[in-house]
Each structure stands twice: as structure tokens, then as C-alpha cells.
């Protein structure tokens, strides 16, 4: 009995009763169903999960892990699983999972709901969830990557807010210092590939809410930017996304194991407007991907 508790705690948990009472689920945004998929057979050994904005780049990566992993067969011929639906696009490459999540909290919040009762209904363990990114850095050089501490709200607090019934929940956005520490260990292994642990700002928006100058809408100075970036900084923040609260949220709740990896693509400080050749910008976005490939092959055995 003691063993078989102790093999359950260790399965994806989600924290719903009336899941339970459901004859079928259906997982609409990703067109799969408890009914219609066998998930355990499809999923079941889904050990990493990776997530990132762009579909072309949640492909890539696929492609990437495919040929990072040895498997056998052609990248190119990966299928995506909700071919059913335009919203998310997902690939499986032996125990990884690629997912894209589109842009902003409410986009990856609903993609964490399906995926986290996903990976319950195919009966998954000990899986670890990585947000691969891109980011505004606070103080950092282009290029540099992220390895999320805290996930912080706009005030720089470690919280979540969300509105339930006109009320508002709030939930603690902090992620895993294991896996933050093993990142930054892997980032020290690899070539060109600078890397520091800092905490990651998530706003609503990616203008004025960023404390952009160059959008449709503009209410306040230059020195009023540079004043809310100065105490960023000062707050530990050295980046900033539109994902990582929700995300270090929801996984805390469901007890998974969960990190955010960001590659900065300009340093807030000099300006607002991501002027890199497109080429740089290829590498840079890159670099997340090389990261957690390497933490990857470790884990499985494959890098000693």
C-alpha cells in the first residue's frame, strides 16, 4: 500500500474534484480527447515538456531534440499532433514534449489547462516543464540568457493574480531552485552560451505595459521608464516576458517541477525597439533550446 501511494504522489497531479465525475474529457484547444485518444499510449512517457510562443519555433526545436536524441525516421516528417486545431501546435520526440503556447498570460493559461490534465490522464511521472523564450533584458547585454528565480507581477512581488467569480486568487509564482541551479550548471558546459540566474518580470502587455516608448499609446516620459527599469533592477529583475507568472503558478499548485529559460534580445536600458540582424536574432533564439537539450541528455545519460 505504502508503495503504491508513494508511486501515485509522484504522478501529474491536477487539483480538480469534479475532473473525476467527467465521463470524457475533452481537451478542445489541442482537438484531443479521453475518449477518442488513447492518452496513456500516446503520452505516457513524457518525461520533459517543453513550451514556447512561436509554433515555427516550438517545430524547430522539435526537430532539434529529434536529432539531439539520435532518434530514428526524418525530423522533417514530425507530425503535429493538434493538426485538429490552429490554436497550439504540438510534436513529440521520444520522451519530449514541444508545445507552443502563443503570446500573453490568458493564451498560455489556457494551454497549461489542457497540458497539465494531459499529462494526468496519460498517467505521466516526475515530469519537468521548461518555458522557452525570448525576453527584454533589465541591465543585461543582447543574448544573454535568463534562468528564472522568481517570476515577478508588475510591484516585483512572486505572485500570481488571478480573477475567480469577481474574486481575486492570489498564487505564488516560484519555480524550482533545483532545476534553476542544474540550468546554470549546463550553461557553464556549453560555448557562447552566457548565462545568468535573475528574476523575470511578466507583464499584460508589450508595450506601454513594458514601458515601451514606440506603441500606438504613450502616457509617460523617458525618465519615467528608465526610473521603473532602475527599480526593476534593483528588485533583482533582469528580464521581461508576458508568461512566466501564470506558468510558475499553475505548475507550483499541480506540484510539477518547472522552469523558465529567456534569451535576452536587447537590453531595455539602450532602447525599445529590437534592432538585431535577423541572423543574430536566430541564434540567439537558439541558445534557450541548446540549454535545455543539454540539461536533457544529462538527465537521460547521454552526456556524462
Same mark, same amino acid.
Do not use: W
Given at each position: 500500500?505504502?508503495?503504491?501511494?508513494?508511486?501515485?504522489?509522484?504522478?501529474?497531479?491536477?487539483?480538480?474534484?469534479?475532473?473525476?465525475?467527467?465521463?470524457?474529457?475533452?481537451?478542445?484547444?489541442?482537438?484531443?480527447?479521453?475518449?477518442?485518444?488513447?492518452?496513456?499510449?500516446?503520452?505516457?512517457?513524457?518525461?520533459?515538456?517543453?513550451?514556447?510562443?512561436?509554433?515555427?519555433?516550438?517545430?524547430?526545436?522539435?526537430?532539434?531534440?529529434?536529432?539531439?536524441?539520435?532518434?530514428?525516421?526524418?525530423?522533417?516528417?514530425?507530425?503535429?499532433?493538434?493538426?485538429?486545431?490552429?490554436?497550439?501546435?504540438?510534436?513529440?520526440?521520444?520522451?519530449?514534449?514541444?508545445?507552443?503556447?502563443?503570446?500573453?498570460?490568458?493564451?498560455?493559461?489556457?494551454?497549461?489547462?489542457?497540458?497539465?490534465?494531459?499529462?494526468?490522464?496519460?498517467?505521466?511521472?516526475?515530469?519537468?516543464?521548461?518555458?522557452?523564450?525570448?525576453?527584454?533584458?533589465?541591465?543585461?547585454?543582447?543574448?544573454?540568457?535568463?534562468?528564472?528565480?522568481?517570476?515577478?507581477?508588475?510591484?516585483?512581488?512572486?505572485?500570481?493574480?488571478?480573477?475567480?467569480?469577481?474574486?481575486?486568487?492570489?498564487?505564488?509564482?516560484?519555480?524550482?531552485?533545483?532545476?534553476? /541551479?542544474?540550468?546554470?550548471?549546463?550553461?557553464?558546459?556549453?560555448?557562447?552560451?552566457?548565462?545568468?540566474?535573475?528574476?523575470?518580470?511578466?507583464?499584460?502587455?508589450?508595450?506601454?505595459?513594458?514601458?515601451?516608448?514606440?506603441?500606438?499609446?504613450?502616457?509617460?516620459?523617458?525618465?519615467?521608464?528608465?526610473?521603473?527599469?532602475?527599480?526593476?533592477?534593483?528588485?533583482?529583475?533582469?528580464?521581461?516576458?508576458?508568461? /512566466?507568472?501564470?506558468?510558475?503558478?499553475?505548475?507550483?499548485?499541480?506540484?510539477?517541477?518547472?522552469?523558465?529559460?529567456?534569451?535576452?534580445?536587447?537590453?531595455?536600458?539602450?532602447?525599445?525597439?529590437?534592432?538585431?540582424?535577423?541572423?543574430?536574432?536566430?541564434?540567439?533564439?537558439?541558445?534557450?533550446?541548446?540549454?535545455?537539450?543539454?540539461?536533457?541528455?544529462?538527465?537521460?545519460?547521454?552526456?556524462?
Amino acid at each position: 500500500y505504502l508503495l503504491f501511494f508513494f508511486f501515485r504522489e509522484k504522478q501529474v497531479q491536477v487539483k480538480n474534484p469534479y475532473l473525476d465525475t467527467m465521463e470524457e474529457d475533452i481537451l478542445y484547444h489541442f482537438s484531443l480527447s479521453t475518449k477518442t485518444h488513447n492518452l496513456p499510449e500516446m503520452f505516457g512517457d513524457i518525461k520533459f515538456v517543453c513550451v514556447g510562443g512561436s509554433a515555427n519555433r516550438m517545430k524547430a526545436f522539435a526537430q532539434f531534440m529529434h536529432n539531439e536524441l539520435e532518434l530514428p525516421g526524418n525530423p522533417e516528417d514530425i507530425r503535429d499532433i493538434c493538426e485538429g486545431t490552429d490554436r497550439y501546435c504540438m510534436f513529440k520526440v521520444g520522451p519530449v514534449l514541444s508545445i507552443s503556447h502563443g503570446m500573453g498570460v490568458p493564451s498560455i493559461s489556457i494551454m497549461l489547462h489542457e497540458l497539465i490534465k494531459l499529462l494526468h490522464h496519460a498517467q505521466c511521472r516526475d515530469v519537468v516543464l521548461f518555458r522557452l523564450g525570448t525576453s527584454g533584458g533589465v541591465g543585461l547585454a543582447p543574448g544573454t540568457v535568463v534562468v528564472t528565480d522568481k517570476a515577478v507581477d508588475y510591484s516585483f512581488q512572486p505572485q500570481f493574480e488571478q480573477v475567480v467569480l469577481g474574486k481575486v486568487i492570489t498564487r505564488s509564482t516560484e519555480l524550482d531552485e533545483g532545476v534553476a /541551479s542544474e540550468l546554470l550548471q549546463c550553461s557553464s558546459e556549453l560555448p557562447n552560451l552566457p548565462a545568468v540566474i535573475g528574476n523575470t518580470m511578466c507583464t499584460h502587455d508589450f508595450y506601454e505595459g513594458q514601458g515601451r516608448l514606440d506603441g500606438a499609446l504613450c502616457s509617460f516620459s523617458h525618465e519615467e521608464k528608465l526610473e521603473y527599469l532602475r527599480k526593476a533592477y534593483e528588485a533583482g529583475v533582469r528580464n521581461i516576458e508576458m508568461e /512566466s507568472t501564470v506558468f510558475a503558478a499553475m505548475c507550483r499548485v499541480c506540484g510539477l517541477k518547472a522552469a523558465v529559460i529567456c534569451v535576452t534580445l536587447l537590453n531595455r536600458f539602450d532602447g525599445d525597439q529590437i534592432t538585431a540582424p535577423h541572423d543574430v536574432l536566430v541564434e540567439y533564439q537558439q541558445r534557450p533550446q541548446v540549454l535545455v537539450s543539454h540539461f536533457i541528455k544529462k538527465r537521460l545519460g547521454q552526456i556524462v
